[in-house]
């Protein structure tokens, strides 16, 4: 029977730390598996909760009058040493509502403002990240964007380039440049759907 046996916290960090996991497989054999994870504590593992309450969100905004444009921003990456394409994205403050954080964290990175669209809860639900190395899960938010770019409102340590692209620079960035999975997925129905959102109302 698979199972976890112990937990051992191996750091204490503001936004992201390690657990080691004693672990027993299917077949009886014993092993190590680490897992990164948003939990201040073992108490807020969603292993030990077993909620699912969205550690970030990830923004999937239209901007301009005739919806033609995604807001995406190109940001470097320690991870890998280098820029990608992402959707907007941000944590959800302990306490805060995640479609409140998605207006904020789209106005903190790109000083635009951010409307969500009413839609189907299970197009929001959290999702998993990166399952194979972290709990982390985020919600989805829909909606329009308007207003100007300005880099006022971003943290000193983000290092974010603001980019609204139509469909010829989305087939672009595709084809270029490195792209985050998740935002990658949706940029290319993006490509073919006249309205990307009609997804949402079906």
């Known amino acids: 029977m698979v199972s976890i046996d112990k937990i051992t916290q191996k750091t204490e960090n503001k936004f992201v ?16 598996y680490y897992v990164a994870s948003r939990a201040k504590n073992e108490s807020e593992l969603k292993i030990v909760t077993g909620e699912n309450h969205p550690d970030g969100v990830i923004i999937y905004s239209l901007y301009g009058p005739k919806r033609d444009k995604v807001v995406l921003i190109r940001q470097y990456r320690f991870c890998i040493g280098e820029y990608v394409y992402e959707f907007p994205a941000g944590l959800v403050e302990k306490g805060e509502d995640f479609r409140e954080a998605a207006v904020r964290e789209m106005h903190e990175e790109t000083g635009l403002t951010f409307e969500p669209l009413d839609v189907d809860p299970m197009f929001e639900e959290p999702r998993f990240t990166t399952v194979g190395l972290t709990d982390e899960s985020c919600a989805t938010v829909y909606g329009y964007t308007d207003g100007e770019i300005s880099d006022r409102f971003m943290e000193d340590t983000e290092n974010i380039e603001i980019v609204l692209a139509d469909r010829d620079e989305v087939r672009r960035i595709l084809k270029e440049e490195k792209v985050a999975i998740m935002c990658a997925y949706q940029l290319m129905h993006f490509l073919v759907d006249d309205d990307p959102f009609a997804f949402l109302t079906k």
């Not at 996991?21 to 092993?31: C, F, Q, R, Y």
Request: net charge neutral; proline share 0%.
């Open 17 to 32: 730390n390690l657990y080691d996991l004693d672990v027993t497989h299917k077949n009886g054999a014993k092993s190590h």
